[in-house]
Every structure is written in C-alpha cells, then in structure tokens.
C-alpha cells in the first residue's frame, strides 16, 4: 500500500511525500533492492541528484543484473 502511495506522489511530482513513503518501507526492509532503485529513480526526478545517485547503486544487487560498473576503476 505504501509502494502505491509512494508511485502516484512521485507521478504528481510530490517528490519528497515519495521519498518520505519509501523510507519508511526502508525501516522495515532495509536491504529491499527495488524498493532501494524506486528510491533512486524518484530522488533523480526530483533533482536530488547526489542522493540519487548513492542509491542508485542498489541497481547492481538485482540477481538480474549483468552490468557491473563497479569492476572498472
């Protein structure tokens, strides 16, 4: 329910009331990767960019990934 509520203030551009959502999801899972890149991305959109980018790093822990940047110095 809360990932819903965080989805539609970031489609109303109420990127903060998003983020705010996200990170109390993230109390409960803090190790929740997706819950971590839909952060990433609604931190982006907002302009918070040195924010976002930090989190946008939980991208590489999806069991899918198969771009790893952070072997290259």
Known sequence: MILNAAA???DLGRTDESVTRLDEVLVRRPD???IHYNK???LLAGGRLREGWAEFDWRLKYPSATV???LFP
Request: aromatic content about 8%; overall charge negative; proline content about 0%.
């Open 40 to 42: 990433a991305i609604t």
């Open 32 to 34: 929740h990767v997706e």
């Open 8 to 10: 539609v203030l970031e």
């Open 68 to 70: 790893r940047y952070d």
